[in-house]
């Protein structure tokens, strides 16, 4: 079966619900219950490796979880992050990189950042990449951001973020991925673009949305070294699976969440 294209996707009209995946058994199960794009994300750091961000994920790391998830999901569409690191440098290397993720598996890759990002960004797509745009929070600039914290609520930094996804759609990029924004703000940038966004933690008015499997689940309490007590889940998050008792039921019920715009409610908003 060919993989169900981004434009057919989008043509017809509905919410695109994506989740984050790094193995083949979620992957295998993830298609079944209708996740449209799969997203190999370096949030596999913090989740899979138990670290505090996502800042030590290697390229081997993503190669290796994007190949998984292309064994397990052969005929999903599969996002990967290009680590921190892989593509600040140069076009070059960014594209050399990307091809890697490419040969891997991967249909799309995804880089964080606006600004100086925008011209990697249409280098990669004149080069054959399919990119993906992660402005708002970006996890790679934590230190940079001052911790996880919700992105343009000032008016300078709404234009910025305004600017940065118009400048990206312009160079070329097929999605624009926002995190931690306002909703109303991420309802300007979705009206303003024509391409897709997809949101987490910015609203129900995007074209889509993402979650960490982990957080669907409600499993997630933190890094390896951390006391669960001392973790406090994000607004974004939603556990899906209190509702259901079963994983399978639990992925399917945040696909139909998506679907029918009834996630990310406003509680989950900014
Ligand atoms: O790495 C990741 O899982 C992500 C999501 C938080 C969007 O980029």
Avoid: W
Avoid at 92 to 116: S, Y
Avoid at 241 to 255: G, M, P, S
Wanted: net charge negative; proline share 4%.
């Amino acid at each position: 079966m060919p993989k169900p294209a981004l434009d057919q996707l989008i043509a017809s009209g509905e919410k695109i619900a994506m989740l984050t995946c790094y193995d083949a058994t979620f992957a295998k199960l993830s298609a079944a219950a209708g996740v449209d794009v799969l997203l190999v994300g370096d949030s596999l750091g913090m989740v899979l490796q138990g670290a505090e961000s996502t800042l030590q994920v290697t390229m081997q790391d993503m190669i290796y979880h994007t190949r998984c998830v292309a064994a397990g999901a052969p005929d999903s569409l599969i996002m990967s992050d290009m680590p921190f690191g892989s593509y600040e440098h140069s076009q070059q290397l960014a594209l050399e990189n990307a091809q890697l993720l490419v040969a891997a598996g991967a249909d799309i890759v995804k880089i964080e950042g606006g600004g100086d990002m925008v011209n990697t960004a249409r280098y990669l797509v004149e080069h054959g990449i399919a990119v993906c745009s992660h402005l708002g929070f970006t996890p790679q600039s934590v230190a940079q951001l001052g911790g996880y914290k919700i992105q343009g609520k000032t008016d300078a930094s709404a234009q910025q973020i305004l600017q940065d996804a118009t400048a990206m759609s312009n160079a070329g990029v097929c999605m624009v991925l926002l995190e931690m924004v306002p909703a109303a703000l991420a309802k300007q940038v979705t009206t303003s673009i024509a391409i897709p966004t997809i949101g987490i933690g910015a609203g129900v008015d995007c074209s889509g949305q993402v979650l960490v499997i982990q957080d669907l689940l409600g499993i997630y309490n933190g890094s390896a070294h951390k006391k669960p007590s001392e973790y406090k889940a994000p607004r974004f998050a939603k556990n899906f699976l209190c509702e259901t008792n079963n994983i399978q039921q639990a992925v399917t019920h945040y696909v139909q969440a998506v679907k029918n715009k009834t996630f990310p409610a406003a509680e989950h908003s900014y």
